[in-house]
């Protein structure tokens, strides 16, 4: 299984991959450091420069440690569990999502992705 790393401040964290084409062009980009935004109180979100490839699919419920896709060019880590309605294109998925809540804080915060 594919792998990859998203670091917040001093913490790492594993992220086990979905096999898609949205993973393959993203993990392409690596390694990142982007600026990511807060909304809703349960997610982190932010818009790339480029598009990427898309199977979204209604998901139902969203779980904290969840990397998805919205739209072809939002990239989204959610930190809390909620039912939605809206479409996503998975990326992955924290292995470990103990303290991504706080880890990922109010307001902006900055997040490197990395192999």
Do not use: H, W
Request: aromatic share 10%; hydrophobic share 35%.
């Amino acid at each position: 299984m594919s792998m990859m790393t998203i670091q917040v401040g001093n913490t790492r964290y594993t992220v086990s991959l979905d096999n898609n084409a949205a993973m393959q062009a993203l993990t392409q980009k690596l390694p990142m450091t982007l600026k990511m935004d807060e909304l809703n109180g349960n997610e982190k979100f932010y818009y790339l420069s480029e598009t990427l490839p898309t199977d979204s699919k209604r998901v139902g419920s969203i779980k904290a440690g969840d990397v998805m896709l919205y739209g072809s060019d939002c990239l989204v880590i959610f930190y809390k569990d909620f039912s939605t309605s809206y479409s996503y294109t998975p990326i992955g998925r924290i292995e470990d999502p103990a303290g991504l809540s706080q880890n990922l804080g109010r307001g902006s915060v900055e997040v490197t992705f990395s192999n």
